[in-house]
């Protein structure tokens, strides 16, 4: 099992906090602590006790053998938004926006 930084921990909780459609003062009364040490922990300051964590897990639908899979991404918060907008699109808007991506990328 590979070793996940607290910023990766972070992230995953917060996107999906997000996908869940919670704030975090709803997910830390689902959990039991207070919204102020979701904040820390989505900003990667603090690790979530293991309790927390398996909470964190429960209520967020989050899979343990998924979360650390390899196919877990670890996007910021601009790339989500950005596969958010891309799970919208139709097959050829999709195929549009590959070529511009890829475009852009050559830049």
Same mark, same amino acid.
């Given at each position: 099992?590979?070793?996940? %930084?607290?910023?990766?921990?972070?992230?995953?909780?917060?996107?999906?906090?997000?996908?869940?459609?919670?704030?975090?003062?709803?997910?830390?009364?689902?959990?039991?602590?207070?919204?102020?040490?979701?904040?820390?922990?989505?900003?990667?300051?603090?690790?979530? %006790?293991?309790?927390?964590?398996?909470?964190? &897990?429960?209520?967020?639908?989050?899979?343990?053998?998924?979360?650390? %899979?390899?196919?877990? &991404?670890?996007?910021?918060?601009?790339?989500?938004? &950005?596969?958010?907008?891309?799970?919208? &699109? %139709?097959?050829?808007?999709?195929?549009?926006?590959?070529?511009?991506?890829?475009?852009?990328?050559?830049?």
């Amino acid at each position: 099992m590979k070793e996940l %930084s607290a910023q990766q921990i972070g992230n995953i909780i917060k996107n999906a906090r997000k996908y869940a459609g919670f704030t975090q003062f709803e997910l830390a009364e689902l959990v039991g602590i207070d919204d102020k040490q979701i904040g820390k922990i989505e900003r990667g300051v603090h690790y979530p %006790s293991v309790p927390t964590f398996l909470k964190m &897990l429960k209520v967020l639908q989050i899979n343990i053998d998924k979360f650390y %899979s390899d196919d877990v &991404l670890y996007l910021s918060e601009q790339e989500n938004k &950005l596969v958010r907008l891309a799970r919208k &699109l %139709s097959p050829e808007q999709t195929e549009k926006a590959y070529k511009l991506i890829k475009v852009l990328i050559s830049d």
